[in-house]
């Protein structure tokens, strides 16, 4: 977020950004209708209920077997059931041959993951939903920016998610949009939405507060400083179910717009980076990167790989907290504490999640992040992996 976004802000305090910031999210996608929530959670749930209204026998929602964990509570406080499906731990797309043994009857959408900003196989997904009854999702929280040949993330089915939390392509602290062509999904949504309450004045002005927090501090130099203070979450892993569905607050559409405006920028810069580290990260069995699926371009919100030595992992991940390295997110869906006795697992098989549970890192690629950083990142994982060969050996 730049400077200068933050005095458009206060400038535009007076005005309603949000009718610009729809039409220009309609523009840049592609799509006839978008609504803005407080945030994707709220925007989930309104459109799981929305899709329901019309096939309320349809009781189940595929979510991936990782996932943010905020798509299992969106379907969960949607009234649904959660039928998680496995990935392959290679690409972090729905495992095809899980996906091809689901009874599409009983399932009213198929939620896609499309994590780090690498789309999942969403053509394929599409093509085996068609004439099935059951909805496709396109869950672009992660992704705004990223194409799978000539069509963007999240225009992918039914509708599309998009976030404008903190840490995401696009941010102005919260905020999540829905996307659709569908004028009767799209009527829908309209009525839930003229039914929510505004924000009380008081929240409003925490956050103003957060956002000024956000923009001094998300440096790699000065990244200490939020990732201890907890209102920020920071990689944020909890699973939270008691979340309202509100309006978002208008006047950060501003924020979100002057964004929007050089998102080729802002995507780029973070392509970048990921060519630097695919390129510099050291080759070793233990070390796996995330294979994008063909025909995509991907806008690497972060980049991911797999550390298959949980030593390596470990020691890696302690020494490059500091630089913005990360292991989210620690579990896999069914393996979340609060999903017990809610979620159902297709074919009780989950072992793609749980393995990228237990080996991923990601890696920052945000606007601050500089050449120096990553090769400071990449160095550090070569020498955790040089001594940990050796303590490996000398065992
Ligand atoms: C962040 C995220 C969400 C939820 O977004 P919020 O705006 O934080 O509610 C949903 N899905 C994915 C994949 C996400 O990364």
């Known amino acids: 977020m730049h400077l200068t976004e933050l005095v458009s802000f206060f400038a535009n305090l007076r005005h309603d950004p949000v009718a610009d910031f729809k039409a220009h999210v309609g523009n840049y996608l592609g799509v006839k209708h978008v609504f803005v929530f407080e945030n994707a959670r709220g925007a989930m749930t309104a459109l ?110 039914s509708a599309g998610l998009l976030s404008l939390d903190k840490g995401k392509v696009v941010t102005s602290i919260n905020g999540g949009v829905i996307i659709t062509n569908d004028d009767s999904i799209a009527h829908k949504i309209k009525s839930i939405q003229e039914s929510l309450r505004q924000q009380n004045p008081g929240k ?25 203070i907890p209102f920020l979450n920071l990689g944020e892993t909890l699973y939270d179910q008691d979340f309202p569905i509100r309006a978002y607050f208008e006047p950060f559409a501003s924020i979100a717009d002057s964004q929007l405006a050089r998102i080729g920028e802002i995507n780029s810069h973070r392509v970048a980076c990921a060519r630097i580290y695919e390129q510099v990260l050291p080759n070793s069995s233990r070390i796996h990167q995330i294979r994008p699926i063909p025909d995509s371009s991907p806008v690497y919100l972060r980049f991911p790989l797999l550390i298959t030595d949980a030593l390596v992992r470990r020691q890696f991940l302690k020494k490059s907290h500091r630089l913005g390295c990360a292991a989210s997110y620690p579990k896999s869906i069914p393996d979340i504490p609060e999903m017990a006795g809610r979620v159902k697992v297709h074919n009780q098989m989950c072992e793609g999640g749980r393995h990228v549970a237990a080996s991923i890192v990601t890696l920052p690629t945000h606007s601050y992040v500089r050449q120096q ?23």
């Open 48 to 157: 799981i209920r929305a899709l329901a209204t019309a096939t309320p026998e349809r009781r189940q929602v595929v979510i991936p077997s990782y996932t943010c964990y905020s798509v299992a509570a969106s379907v969960v406080k949607a009234g649904l059931e959660p039928l998680v499906c496995d990935v392959d731990p290679n690409t972090l797309t729905y495992s095809r041959q899980q996906l091809r043994t689901l009874d599409l009857g009983e399932i009213l959408a198929v939620v896609t993951g499309n994590l780090y900003g690498l789309p999942n196989d969403v053509s394929d997904l599409e093509s085996f939903l068609r004439g099935s009854g059951a909805h496709l999702v396109d869950d672009a929280a992660q992704s705004l920016g990223a194409t799978i040949g000539d069509r963007n993330s999240g225009t992918f089915g």
């Open 204 to 228: 409003k002005l925490i956050e103003v507060a957060k956002l000024l927090a956000y923009t001094i501090f998300l440096r790699p130099s000065l990244y200490w400083v939020p990732s201890r």
């Open 373 to 395: 950083d990553i090769l400071e990142i990449c160095g550090g994982l070569q020498s955790t992996l040089a001594e940990t060969a050796y303590r490996h050996e000398s065992q």
